[in-house]
């Protein structure tokens, strides 16, 4: 018997496209949980006329506003309860095709992912038709997100239509999870950390007269502090918590030689400066050699790094692993640290 899916669908200021969103689901989708954020406009009331007419519909009405991260976690808890075998993911304002779906759901059905994204950059005729400032700061925000996740082979990390494993889903740290735009990345963090195996799905959205709440260029201005704090916290656990190896020695030496190699160079660059006095080769050779032996290990780490990407899906060990109970808190936690 196949796992049940469950569909989770933020929802604020969604008055004019949750109806169509909705009514677009196929019949693969046993329960559809519309998670309405404290919304002004009428998404509620609509939602819940949608609900009387389908029966999987069901309207959860958070009291006040926390986010879409709040709202999907209210959305994935509902869904664990209901026991539902994979959820899926999609955004209330008509931009996920609702028909991909199935699509979505197949490589965690087949065993070969354990969560699944969106890519609308996969196609290039679909990407020369985006705005030039879109590309490059997803681009910009694509590489921040693989150096705080390690999972080098993703793109889109703020695409909002996914799917994950329940099982996967449980053993994730609902209570640390980021509540507002920064969920889809933090997702993409803690997966890394229980080494979930993530697979994109090339796709096209759906651009129509809705106004997005999420700008990429916004994004660039508050995420690099966000991806600097999970950079730090991954490299602390895979390499010097869980493990420690060749690949730690070089990340330390490397850093290493290459801050002493500037602040040696820099200091006697200034000296020179204030003494009119050109530095001797041996003393640009003491500067330079430690910065080149340094960006050597450094590039030797990151190889390393990104070979570790996980492949293996985690879907069936979580047992064997008990990650449930050591994962952190899952879907019981209600405050983000």
Same mark, same amino acid.
């Given at each position: 018997?196949?796992?049940?899916?469950?569909?989770?669908?933020?929802?604020?200021?969604?008055?004019?496209?949750?109806?169509?969103?909705?009514?677009?689901?196929? @019949?693969?989708?046993?329960?559809?949980?519309?998670?309405?954020?404290?919304?002004? *406009?009428?998404?509620?009331?609509?939602?819940?006329?949608?609900?009387?007419?389908? @029966?999987?519909?069901?309207?959860? =009405?958070?009291?006040?506003?926390?986010?879409?991260?709040?709202?999907?976690?209210?959305?994935? =808890?509902?869904?664990?309860?209901?026991?539902?075998?994979?959820?899926?993911?999609?955004?209330?304002?008509?931009?996920?095709? @609702?028909?991909?779906?199935?699509?979505?759901?197949?490589?965690?059905?087949?065993?070969?992912?354990?969560?699944?994204?969106?890519?609308?950059?996969?196609?290039?005729?679909?990407?020369?038709?985006?705005?030039?400032?879109?590309?490059?700061?997803?681009?910009?925000?694509?590489?921040?997100?693989?150096?705080? %996740?390690?999972?080098? *082979?993703?793109? *889109?990390?703020?695409?909002?239509?996914?799917?994950?494993?329940?099982?996967?889903?449980?053993?994730?740290?609902? $209570?640390? /999870?980021?509540?507002?735009?920064?969920?889809?990345?933090?997702?993409?963090?803690?997966?890394?950390?229980?080494?979930?195996?993530?697979?994109? /799905?090339?796709?096209?959205?759906?651009?129509?007269?809705?106004? &997005?709440?999420?700008?990429?260029?916004?994004?660039?201005? %508050?995420? @690099?502090?966000?991806?600097?704090?999970?950079?730090?916290?991954?490299?602390?656990?895979?390499?010097?918590?869980?493990?420690?190896?060749?690949? &730690?020695?070089?990340?330390?030496? +490397?850093?290493?030689?290459?801050?002493?190699?500037?602040?040696?160079?820099?200091?006697?660059?200034?000296?020179?400066?204030?003494?009119? =006095?050109?530095?001797? $080769?041996?003393?640009?050779?003491? &500067?330079?050699?430690?910065?080149?032996?340094?960006?050597?290990?450094?590039? &030797?780490?990151?190889?390393?790094?990104?070979?570790?990407?996980?492949?293996?899906?985690?879907?069936?060990?979580?047992?064997?692993?008990?990650?449930?109970? +050591?994962?952190?808190? +899952?879907?019981?936690?209600?405050?983000?640290?």
């Amino acid at each position: 018997m196949s796992a049940a899916i469950a569909v989770v669908i933020p929802c604020y200021q969604v008055a004019r496209t949750i109806a169509a969103v909705v009514a677009g689901i196929g @019949p693969e989708a046993r329960h559809i949980f519309c998670v309405d954020d404290a919304s002004t *406009d009428a998404s509620a009331e609509i939602i819940a006329g949608v609900a009387a007419a389908d @029966p999987r519909v069901r309207l959860i =009405r958070r009291p006040e506003n926390g986010g879409v991260g709040a709202a999907v976690l209210d959305g994935y =808890r509902a869904a664990l309860g209901a026991g539902a075998g994979i959820i899926v993911k999609l955004d209330g304002d008509g931009q996920s095709d @609702p028909a991909l779906l199935a699509k979505f759901c197949r490589p965690i059905q087949e065993g070969r992912a354990d969560y699944v994204k969106g890519n609308r950059f996969y196609f290039p005729d679909k990407v020369q038709a985006m705005p030039l400032g879109r590309i490059l700061g997803n681009a910009g925000l694509s590489f921040l997100t693989k150096l705080s %996740t390690g999972y080098w *082979d993703l793109f *889109d990390p703020t695409n909002g239509y996914t799917a994950i494993h329940a099982d996967v889903a449980a053993a994730l740290p609902f $209570a640390r /999870l980021h509540r507002r735009y920064f969920f889809e990345s933090d997702m993409l963090f803690r997966l890394a950390v229980i080494r979930a195996r993530v697979v994109e /799905l090339p796709m096209e959205s759906v651009y129509g007269a809705e106004t &997005s709440h999420l700008g990429v260029w916004r994004c660039l201005a %508050t995420f @690099p502090g966000l991806h600097l704090r999970n950079l730090v916290k991954r490299i602390g656990y895979n390499y010097f918590l869980r493990n420690f190896s060749i690949a &730690s020695v070089n990340l330390v030496l +490397g850093l290493a030689l290459i801050a002493f190699g500037l602040i040696f160079g820099l200091d006697h660059w200034l000296a020179s400066v204030a003494t009119g =006095r050109a530095a001797t $080769a041996g003393t640009v050779m003491v &500067s330079a050699l430690p910065i080149l032996i340094g960006v050597q290990m450094g590039l &030797s780490f990151l190889a390393f790094d990104i070979a570790m990407t996980p492949r293996e899906p985690l879907q069936g060990h979580l047992a064997d692993l008990n990650l449930l109970a +050591g994962a952190g808190d +899952g879907p019981s936690g209600d405050q983000p640290s």
